[in-house]
């Protein structure tokens, strides 16, 4: 699993509770974006063979979806399944006027 900022927590929690049941998970904490991590997100994906990244940005155009592509690009032979993504629902984002939503007099 790979994740970054605030969702680590969750991710840990339920890497725990997997981890109770028998299921092992790796979890590969981005500390930043930029630099990517990207030696140690392909180093997973080789050692296990799979990638779900999850964050809290909605999905699409996320910066999971980077993450995802450049596993796709450079892991591909690795994976034994497709790269799976959790991530917020899409939804439109609010518009404000340029004046704060005030009304001109």
Do not use: H, W
């Not at 995802?68 to 984002?93: H, M, N, T, W």
């Amino acid at each position: 699993m790979v994740c970054y900022s605030r969702i680590l927590l969750r991710v840990l929690k339920v890497a725990e509770a997997l981890a109770a049941e028998g299921i092992d998970l790796e979890v590969v904490d981005l500390r930043t974006l930029v630099p990517l991590d990207e030696q140690t997100i392909l180093a997973s994906v080789q050692k296990t063979s799979r990638a779900l990244i999850v964050y809290e940005a909605c999905e699409s155009g996320g910066f999971g979806a980077e993450v995802a592509a450049r596993i796709g690009e450079k892991a591909f032979d690795y994976l034994d399944a497709p790269v799976k993504r959790v991530a917020g629902i899409d939804s439109p984002i609010s518009f404000q006027s340029q004046n704060g939503g005030l009304r001109s007099a």
